[in-house]
């Protein structure tokens, strides 16, 4: 492990707003050339096919636009996406979720997909320039800091894109590369602190006791979060951690080191995003499969 670097720059909403269009565009570089019928590969998401996961992003970007702009729209449109939730819960329908945000998508080509989410970042990018660092924005459960809001859809971008990159692997279709850069910095922090949620959203108490993490960035700069003095501690390529926190690798299939029982049973749990408790892959799954 690198000595640590000096102390970044704290984020403000424009300096992470900057790096959402940054993540988005090169997720963009990725999807834009795709021949049609990739688009219908089916990705890690059960269901889910590269268009669904575009198609995830444009509705999420839409409505996040919308939460800014106008709040009492955003509410009307929650209302209707929980009916949607109860009715798969009751099994009414059992892909509710999927019709109420993707099925206006799933009727487009992916000319017109690729268009609509084009569209739709623009319309969060206006959106999002008018937000102050102490704003709060309204979103699916409690308000957001302005900050943690564009995080969050920063991680989403991310992430959905590392499910399209696995899927384009896995089929051995040349794509345009996303190489990993210290934009990571944003979701490692935020999965970080979601240590406590991971528990709290599976109704588990949380561990008391804290945990070191120390993470080597894409540039080669040191991150750590937590005390120093810490008995259980995760270290390792940053990549790596944000891989595990959104659910996107199993820690067994990742250069992360694990020390300590309470680390240990975090990154089996680990939930950087909001919604039900869910669980990533199977150890195995990515062994062998890029990060880029």
Known sequence: MTAPSPAPTPATAASVRSDLIAEQDALDAVVGDLEADHWALPTPSPRWTIADQIGHLTYFDWTASLAITDPERFTALTAELMSA????????TEDAMDLATLGDYRAMTPSEL???WRTNRGVLSEASATLADDDRVIWYGPSMGAKSFLTARLME????????IDTLDQAG????????????RHIAQLGFITHKWSYINRQMDAPTAPVRVELTAP????WTFGPDDADNSITGPAVDFCLVTT???????TGLTVNGDVATDWMHIAQAFAGGATTGPAAGTFSNRSTS
């Open 85 to 92: 939730m109860t009715d798969a819960a009751n099994n009414e």
């Open 114 to 116: 690729c268009h609509a």
């Open 157 to 164: 971008a991310w992430a959905h894109g590392q499910d399209i």
């Open 173 to 184: 279709i040349t794509h345009a590369e996303r190489p990993a850069t210290d934009r990571l």
């Open 219 to 222: 540039s080669g700069e040191s």
């Open 247 to 253: 659910q996107r690798r199993h820690i067994d299939d």
